[in-house]
C-alpha cells in the first residue's frame, strides 16, 4: 500500500469535498428491521376487530380505503377515527377496479385521492386493486402518491438499494394456505437481513381472506418483540426514500462549520419525515434546522426533520486544519512513490514503513496525528479520485497505517484519500494511498 505523489491540486480537492456527505441515516430508525401491516378496501371488520390497537400506542397500521365502495364507502367513520389516533388511511382508489383493464385512472386514483384530502386525509400512499400493475398505473400513481404497494411475494425490500417506488412488494395473507409460522419467518429475515416486512390482509374475522383478529395481533406482538419498528406503510416508505437522498446531500462550508442542503425527492412525500441520522463533524457543535436546534439523542445521533431541507452545522471552524494543508507549498506535498503506507495488507505496518529515503518529503506528504500512547479511536473518511466519499468509519488504530489497513476492507483495488484524525475533528490530516 504506497503513498502516491499527491499533486497541489489533488490535495485542494479533497479538502473541499471532505465534508461532502456527512449526514448517515441511522437504517430503520435505530431498529434491527421494519415491518409494516397494511389493511385493503375498508372493511367495517378491521376497524371493529383491530381495537387491540388502542393498547399497542408505539405501533401504527395503514388502512387503503376505495373510496366509493365497500365498508369506507359507505361509512367512512369508523376509519377516521382509526386516523385520529395516528394510523394510516392510504388510497386504494374509488372503485376497486382493475387498473390495468381500460380504467379511468384519473377517476379511479386522483379523484380518490382528492375525495379523501376533502376529509382532511393527505393520501401519501396507494396499494393497488388486484396487485395490477404496468408502467401506465405507475405514472399515474406518481402524479399523487409518493409510494406504491404491490403483492405477491416475499414482502421484504431492502435498506441498501432502492427500490421500484410505485411497486413495493408485500406479504399477502390468504385465508386458505397462509400461516401465523411463514409470517413469523418473513419478520424474522427482516430483523436478521435489515429489511422492510410488509403485510396484506383484507378481513380480520370476517369479509374475505380473512385473518382472524387473535392471527394478526400475534403477529404484531411478534414483530414488536423481534425489535423491529412497527410502523405504517408511508412512515417507514418516507423514512426510506428519505435517506436515499440524504445520504448523498453534499455540504457547504460556512465561517464555523457547514450547512447541509437537499430537495424533496417527491412531491407528495409526508409533511413530516423524522429522520435518526449520524452527522459527521457535529460533536462539540450545535446542530439547528430552521434556527431550531437539534439536540443529539443519549448515543450521540440525531433525530432530524427531513421535510425542513436543510440543516445546519455552527461552532469551531471545521477544517482548519485542512485549510491549513492546502496552504502549503506544492513543495511540500510531493512526496517519493517509495513511500510506504503498509508493506503488505497482511501484517499490520510499524511506523517506520512511513519512511523514504527522504524523510523531509514524507513527513511533507503522510503527516502523522498525535497519537497517545497505544491505539486510540480514530475517524476516517476515504474519498476516490474524483473526491467522492466512499468510506467513513471509527476505528482504534496506533498509527495512520493502521487506521488504514482497518478501513480499507471491502474498498476496490485503486488509488485513494484518506482524511483522518481525531473523532473530536481536530488532528485532521490527508493522505494518498493504495490498495
Known amino acids: 500500500m504506497e ?47 383491530l381495537t387491540f390497537l388502542d393498547n399497542m400506542p408505539d405501533v401504527t ?42 380504467a379511468d385512472l384519473n377517476s379511479e386514483i386522483s379523484g380518490a385521492a382528492s375525495k379523501l384530502r376533502g376529509m382532511g386525509l393527505e393520501a401519501t400512499s396507494l396499494a393497488t386493486p388486484y396487485c395490477a400493475q404496468n408502467q401506465t398505473v405507475k405514472n399515474a400513481i406518481n402524479k399523487e402518491h409518493f409510494i406504491s404497494r404491490g403483492c405477491g411475494g416475499s414482502g421484504l425490500t431492502g435498506w441498501d438499494t432502492e427500490p421500484d417506488w410505485m411497486q413495493i412488494d408485500s406479504h399477502y395473507w390468504q385465508q386458505n394456505g397462509s400461516t401465523v409460522s411463514a409470517f413469523k419467518s418473513s419478520a424474522d429475515q427482516a430483523a436478521s437481513q435489515s429489511k422492510w416486512h410488509v403485510q396484506l390482509n383484507h378481513g380480520v374475522g370476517a369479509d374475505w381472506d380473512v385473518i382472524s383478529a387473535a392471527d394478526i395481533k400475534t403477529l404484531i406482538e411478534y414483530a414488536v418483540s423481534k425489535k423491529l419498528w412497527v410502523a405504517s406503510f408511508s412512515t417507514v416508505g418516507a423514512y426510506l426514500r428519505a435517506h436515499f ?40 457543535k450545535t446542530v439547528s434546522q430552521k434556527g431550531k436546534e437539534i439536540k443529539p439523542n443519549s448515543d450521540g445521533t440525531y433525530t432530524i426533520e427531513f421535510m425542513a431541507l436543510e440543516l445546519e452545522v455552527s461552532g469551531e471552524a471545521l477544517s482548519s486544519s485542512s485549510s491549513k494543508q492546502v496552504k502549503s507549498s506544492s513543495s511540500s ?37 498525535a497519537f497517545e500512547s497505544g491505539a486510540v479511536m480514530v475517524h476516517c473518511q476515504v474519498f476516490d479520485a474524483n473526491g467522492q466519499l466512499m468510506m467513513s468509519k471509527n476505528v482504534m488504530a496506533g498509527s495512520a497505517s493502521e487506521a488504514w489497513n482497518n478501513v480499507k476492507a471491502g474498498l476496490m483495488n485503486g488509488v485513494y484519500f484518506m482524511r483522518y484524525g481525531k473523532i473530536d475533528g481536530r488532528n485532521t490530516q490527508i493522505i494518498q494511498v493504495r490498495k
Open 245 to 284: 437522498t440524504i445520504d448523498k446531500a453534499a455540504a457547504t462550508n460556512t465561517a464555523n462549520g457547514f450547512t447541509v442542503k437537499w430537495t424533496s425527492p417527491h412531491a407528495h412525500m409526508p409533511k413530516s419525515v423524522p429522520l435518526r441520522v449520524k452527522i459527521q463533524g457535529a460533536q462539540g
Open 61 to 102: 397500521v395503514t388502512f387503503f380505503v376505495c373510496t366509493n365502495t365497500m365498508g369506507f364507502g359507505s361509512n367512512t367513520q369508523p376509519h377516521l377515527n382509526y386516523a385520529k389516533k395516528g394510523h394510516e388511511i392510504g388510497n386504494h382508489t374509488a372503485t376497486h377496479k382493475n387498473l390495468t383493464q381500460n
Open 333 to 369: 506535498v510531493v512526496s517519493s512513490s517509495s513511500s510506504k503506507l503498509a508493506e503488505s495488507s497482511s501484517s499490520a505496518p510499524s511506523s517506520s514503513s512511513m519512511q523514504s529515503s527522504s524523510s523531509s518529503e514524507t513527513n511533507g506528504i503522510a503527516p502523522r496525528i
Open 3 to 49: 503513498c502516491l505523489k499527491l499533486s497541489f491540486a489533488a490535495l485542494s480537492l479533497v479538502a473541499v469535498s471532505a465534508f461532502a456527505g456527512p449526514i448517515t441515516t441511522v437504517p430503520w430508525n435505530g431498529h434491527p428491521g421494519a415491518a409494516s401491516f397494511t389493511f385493503d378496501d375498508g372493511l367495517h371488520s378491521q376497524t371493529n376487530n
